[in-house]
């Protein structure tokens, strides 16, 4: 039950993500209208990407995997109104969302520890929903400055 409703929500706030870029061209996507913030849906997209992969290192016996998009603040900081880079983060973000959600479906102990640091599999479970939660009000922030939608 305990990890059905965690992945439930944590589906429902990924697709909320992806819904507040929906229609959106790559300008806008990398956009950063609330300035002197640099929040950005694509920064978002690759900012998650950054979690989804930093919490799997989170659980893994050996060497952590390095970040994706370089040193932190990259995520944000790269970005470019080009398509292919928009794709190339919805890719790169599936992956990662793919291959932390394989390895902890081999958990069937919630309360069990792994990793290096001993990490609690439902702690971890929980931290990715609250990350996708904040980062969707985010994107329900930023997806209003460009054409009034709100609540997705």
Do not use: K
């Not at 950054?50 to 990259?74: C, F, H, K, L, Q």
């Not at 790269?78 to 291959?99: C, F, K």
């Not at 479970?125 to 997806?143: K, P, W």
């Amino acid at each position: 039950m305990q990890r059905a409703t965690c992945v439930r929500y944590l589906r429902d706030y990924r697709l909320t993500i992806e819904l507040e870029c929906q229609g959106l061209d790559a300008a806008q996507i990398t956009s950063r209208p609330v300035p002197p913030s640099t929040l950005s849906l694509l920064g978002l997209l690759r900012q998650l990407g950054e979690v989804e992969r930093d919490r799997r290192n989170w659980i893994t016996a050996g060497e952590p995997a390095g970040m994706i998009y370089g040193p932190a603040g990259s995520d944000f900081e790269t970005v470019r109104p080009d398509p292919a880079q928009v794709s190339q983060a919805l890719r790169i973000l599936h992956g990662e969302q793919d291959a932390t959600d394989r390895l902890l479906a081999g958990f069937e102990d919630l309360g069990q520890r792994a990793g290096r640091e001993q990490v609690i599999i439902r702690d971890l479970m929980v931290h990715r929903i609250e990350e996708y939660a904040r980062h969707s009000g985010h994107a329900d922030l930023l997806r209003e400055c460009f054409d009034g939608r709100v609540g997705q």
